[in-house]
Structure formats: C-alpha cells, structure tokens
C-alpha cells in the first residue's frame, strides 16, 4: 500500500483520491502507458464484456398477457368478506348494536341509537360492501 503525498495516509487499493484529504492520486507513466496498451489491444472496447447473444430467449411468463381482473362485491377477496358474512355483519351493524344500546340504557338511548343510525351505520355499511378485487 502506498501513502499519500500530501497527508501521509496510507491508501486503499486502486483508489484514486486519497480518503482522508481528498487529494487526487497521480498515476506512475508505466500504468497509464499498460492501460493505453490494454485499451489499443481491445480495439477500443471492453475485454471483459461478452458478446450479446444471437437470439433471446423471453420467459413466456413476461410476454403471456395478463389475466383480467375481477372485482365483486359478493365474493370474498383478501381484503374483504364473502357475502354471507358480510349480510350478517350488516344486521349486526345496522340492528345488532342499536338494540345492545337500547338494553343497557333503555329509552335513554335514544339519542346514540339516533347518531348510531343516522351517521355510523351508512358509513360502516359503505366501507364493508366495497367492491374489492377478486383476481
């Protein structure tokens, strides 16, 4: 390894500034009279890049089209229920839960069953019969 002739630092290994002053390292006649003949016995190219072969094959899995997508809202998809599960988690939401305020607080409840019914259900009820993509 050789040091830096400005700091001192030693220097990595085909670096070609010096990692801690940041000063350029000149390279020796030899090495740039080898590189000339390297590159001159190349014909100008890179000796080590291979030749691009004649045909390419393509993967039939990139060039098949793809299958069309299917969005449901009766199906069940990893992001959503089945129909049936979602007809019961409408009862429950839409029935269920207001009759549970009705039992804990009796006439009372009135109000919450009214903002329950009014503002959250509609809502609930939108978000869970969302078409959802199938496949």
Sequence with gaps: MADCRSCGARLFENSTFCARCLTPIETDESEVRQGLVDVAAAGGRWVDRAPAPAQWSADPRHTAPLPPKEHSRWK????SFS???KMILTLAIALGIPF???VVAGPLAIGAIAIWSIIVT???VRDLWRRTRVR
Aim: hydrophobic share 45%; net charge positive; aromatic share 16%.
């Design 76 to 79: 069940a998809s990893p992001a």
């Design 83 to 85: 129909g049936p599960v």
């Design 122 to 124: 509609p809502r609930v």
């Design 100 to 102: 549970a305020f009705y």
